[in-house]
């Protein structure tokens, strides 16, 4: 009988066949994970103020600065909301400048409404607003962000609450210390979910 | 004749008698597939219950409670907690240094305030879908690194990334929240939650208050998980950053703020911690252990005992009727090469006459056999694969529909090993006497009756 060379195609083919059956057979495990990559430094924002920022009769998930966060600032911004009722420049400077410091925030927001409302003395408001900015900048690259009106004097009910006098020398005071100071500023005198956007811009265009 | 030669004589065989050879294939697939099938689908059975029973954590896992053990708390696989009792790392250690013990898991938890996201149906729906009301809730932080240690069941989505600050997972408690039922998991993945962590400020004698340190992540997973009733479980970075913004809090102002704290974060380093033995014998040894050390444990030993003990005789019940048809096959095999023999003795008479020795012809129906054996345990375990992937598919579809997490069809190559090299085995056999036959003829006869 000839003696074959080797083993035949077909014992090679058979052979193939098997491995591929049992290899084929293998099935997949469940699909991994995609991987994700782990976010960086958070940005952390802190808010002062009286009650537009607190809240008052709004909710916590509808507050400003809230909105500000959930909707204007990266997924990985904390924020701390140290407005309080009835604040104004003098209790912010006396209570939450001092926190807002020792939390050493990326980026914080000023709104001054209860000064408005008690019709504090521009002069006054320019005092604080300044010791206030002045205190916040010792936080290394800090960035601050003001505003000075009530957030519901959109509509003209709401605007007619305030003396038009005090909301322009507001506004002007405002601008001026703007000016002086290199900080940031929005007009304020809107809606909490515009002050939100508006805010946010300001953040966005860093 | 060497083994070459037999393999050349034994594939001409089959190729002169190609559609028996495909007939008796077929007899030896289909039985093949159906051990195969009942192997597989026993194997994915057991996997589900094991894996409802551990919530998808090892079977050999012991949860530690941050409370003193009870009496009789050995006697049953749920734990039965006294007192408060702080775990922190030197109680980790020395439940890691006990015999049996590989591996111990800390759990960290803290209440957190939850603001949720609308779900996506509502979303997709009316524009002025209402945002779900904002709840306290619990945020449980774990390794997610050693995730598979953990008693932790993927029923939607992907755990968290490992370390992700803005990644997270929500139980079955959070859809509860939001007035979802276990089957809409899907929809809440995506989604963002907001979390505010609570810290007490004071200043001299004014009032405390309390303010929230709010973070957001976004949902990727809805997960069953043993250990923790809590909402939300995240990373171990998440929950150490919310516990050391609300121990930072200055409890000096008014009485009560501690108390507030406490019940926060909890007095425990540690909210608990899932212990991992080295096998299941040494789950009620190492739940000993940690009664003496004096603590309180759980662990569903008694209830994976038995399950273990049914489904063991359910395996030897459909294994037995997967021998029984692949023994049917063998006989198939048998009859087909008996017949082979009594057509083919001129053949086997002339290979006697050029010199073949009787074991030279033995070789060659053996081989035939067990090529017949092999390849129809291939094609039979392919099948079978195929079959149990699809009955997994209609399974799952169920499953899905009620909420739980599928079946997992995978094919181990024990199955594999049973499926090809059993049916080889067998074919073997049942050729032996054939080819015995073919082997004892004499040569002149052979050549004689031909």
Redesign the interface.
């Known amino acids: 009988?000839?003696?074959?060379r080797?083993?035949?195609r077909?014992?090679v083919v058979?052979a193939s066949?098997?491995a591929l059956?049992?290899v084929?057979?293998?099935?997949g495990?469940?699909a991994g994970?995609?991987?994700?990559a782990?976010?960086g430094k958070?940005v952390h924002y802190v808010a002062l103020g009286g009650d537009d920022v607190y809240g008052g009769r709004r909710?916590?998930?509808t507050a400003w600065p809230?909105l500000l966060?959930?909707k204007h600032l990266p997924?990985?911004?904390?924020?701390?909301?140290?407005a309080?009722p009835r604040h104004g420049g003098a209790e912010i400077l006396r209570?939450q400048v001092p926190?807002a410091i020792r939390l050493h925030p990326d980026i914080v927001t000023i709104t001054l409404i209860d000064d408005l409302e008690r019709a504090t003395p521009p002069q006054t408001v320019q005092r604080e607003l300044s010791t206030i900015i002045s205190e916040l900048r010792t936080v290394d690259g800090v960035r601050i962000l003001v505003g000075t009106a009530p957030p519901d004097t959109g509509t003209a009910e709401a605007r007619s609450q305030f003396d038009s006098a005090v909301v322009a020398a507001a506004h002007a005071l405002r601008d001026k210390i703007v000016d002086l100071s290199g900080v940031s500023a929005t007009d304020a005198d809107l809606r909490a979910d515009q002050i939100a956007e508006a805010f946010g811009r300001q953040v966005a265009t860093r | 004749?060497?083994w070459?030669?037999a393999?050349?004589v034994a594939?001409r065989g089959i190729r002169r008698r190609f559609s028996r050879a495909v007939l008796t294939v077929a007899a030896v697939a289909l039985a093949a597939a159906l051990l195969t099938s009942l192997l597989i689908a026993v194997g994915a059975a057991r996997n589900r219950v094991f894996s409802a029973v551990s919530k998808g954590g090892p079977l050999t896992g012991i949860q530690v409670l941050p409370n003193a053990p009870d009496f009789g708390q050995l006697d049953s696989d749920s734990a039965k907690p006294a007192e408060p009792r702080p775990i922190d790392d030197s109680v980790r250690r020395r439940i890691q240094g006990l015999r049996g013990v590989t591996s111990v898991v800390p759990l960290l938890s803290t209440g957190v305030?939850v603001?949720p996201s609308p779900p996506k149906q509502a979303k997709a729906g009316s524009g002025a879908a209402r945002?779900p009301d904002?709840f306290r809730g619990t945020l449980t932080g774990v390794d997610l690194g050693r995730a598979e240690q953990l008693p932790v069941t993927v029923l939607a989505g992907?755990?968290p990334?490992p370390?992700?600050?803005?990644?997270i997972a929500v139980t079955d408690a959070y859809l509860r929240k939001l007035g979802l039922r276990s089957t809409q998991s899907s929809s809440v993945i995506g989604t963002?939650v907001?979390l505010?962590a609570p810290r007490v400020?004071s200043?001299g004698n004014r009032d405390v208050?309390v303010?929230?340190?709010?973070?957001?992540?976004?949902i990727v997973s809805v997960v069953a998980a043993q250990g923790t009733s809590g909402q939300l479980i995240g990373s171990l970075a998440v929950v150490r950053a919310a516990r050391a913004w609300t121990a930072a809090s200055d409890t000096t102002g008014r009485s009560g703020t501690d108390q507030f704290v406490r019940e926060v974060i909890g007095d425990s380093q540690y909210s608990g911690l899932f212990v991992v033995t080295a096998g299941f014998d040494s789950v009620g040894t190492v739940r000993e252990s940690i009664t003496r050390i004096g603590f309180s444990s759980s662990a569903p030993e008694s209830l994976i005992a038995s399950v273990r003990r049914y489904s063991t005789v359910v395996e030897i019940v459909l294994t037995a009727i997967g021998l029984i048809a692949l023994t049917i096959a063998a006989l198939g095999i048998a009859n087909a090469m008996l017949a082979a023999v009594r057509e083919r003795r001129r053949e086997i008479g002339v290979l006697k006459a050029?010199?073949?020795r009787d074991r030279d012809v033995r070789r060659v129906f053996l081989l035939e056999a067990a090529?017949l054996g092999?390849?129809g345990g291939?094609?039979g375990?392919?099948l079978g694969?195929a079959l149990a992937r699809l009955v997994g598919l209609a399974v799952n579809r169920y499953l899905h529909q009620q909420g739980l997490t599928g079946v997992?069809?995978?094919?181990p190559i024990g199955i594999?090993t049973v499926g090809?090299l059993g049916s080889g085995a067998l074919a073997l056999v049942a050729g032996t006497i054939p080819a015995q036959r073919a082997a004892q003829l004499p040569a002149r006869r052979a050549m004689g009756d031909a």
């Open positions: 009988m000839r003696r074959a080797g083993f035949p077909s014992a058979v066949v098997l059956a049992v084929g057979c293998g099935g495990g469940p994970a995609p991987a994700r782990v976010v958070p909710s916590l998930t809230q966060f959930r997924v990985n911004a904390t924020l701390v909301n140290l309080s209570d926190t | 004749m060497t070459a030669d393999w050349v594939v305030f603001v945002a904002p992907v755990l990334a370390g992700a600050l803005d990644e963002q907001e505010g400020f200043d208050t303010r929230g340190q709010w973070s957001k992540a976004t050029i010199g073949a090529l092999l390849v291939a094609v375990t392919a694969y997992a069809i995978g094919l594999i090809i």
